[in-house]
């Protein structure tokens, strides 16, 4: 069961580069997006949804996750920047019509800066995962 909630007002992205449809869980400790692959995607090539896209799906569920939290207490929702990237693995790539299952856990939060760790599952089997340090503009 997803959050009952536009996933536009969550996130500062715009179309063509909103890589989440739903906030499916979101909590203190993380949160849970889907996201489904069409062919008109502009990360999409020759079937396959690329490698910066699954990057941004990570970082778009992070920032889906401060977009509600921020809307829950009533406050705007804040501009989000990936600083870095570790530790990124990729098991597959995955193709128009899958529907890509995104998680992300706090590990650790220091004043506007975020470490997370993410993970992107297809069909319950995990494609890519990665650490990600995002600063989020006060």
């Known amino acids: ?5 536009d996933i536009l007002s969550c996130i500062p992205q715009r179309s063509p580069f909103v890589m989440v449809d739903t ?8 949160a849970t997006t889907s996201f489904l692959i069409k062919k008109e995607n502009i990360f999409v090539q020759d079937e396959w949804l690329t490698e910066p896209a699954l990057i941004e799906n ?5 920032a889906a996750r401060v977009g509600y939290l921020c ?12 600083g870095a990237v570790q530790n ?21 939060q220091i004043f506007n800066a975020t470490i997370i ?4 599952s297809v069909n319950n089997q995990e494609i890519a995962s990665c650490e990600m340090k ?3 503009d006060p």
């Open 1 to 5: 069961m997803s959050l009952t909630v």
């Open 23 to 30: 906030l499916e869980t979101c909590d203190e400790n993380g």
């Open 58 to 62: 990570i970082a778009q569920t992070a």
């Open 71 to 82: 809307m829950q207490e009533q406050k705007p929702v804040p501009v989000g920047f990936i």
């Open 88 to 108: 990124l693995k990729i098991f597959r790539l995955p193709k128009i019509g899958d529907v890509l299952f995104s998680k992300v856990a706090i590990k650790k």
């Open 117 to 120: 760790e993410g993970s992107i």
């Open 134 to 136: 995002i600063f989020i």
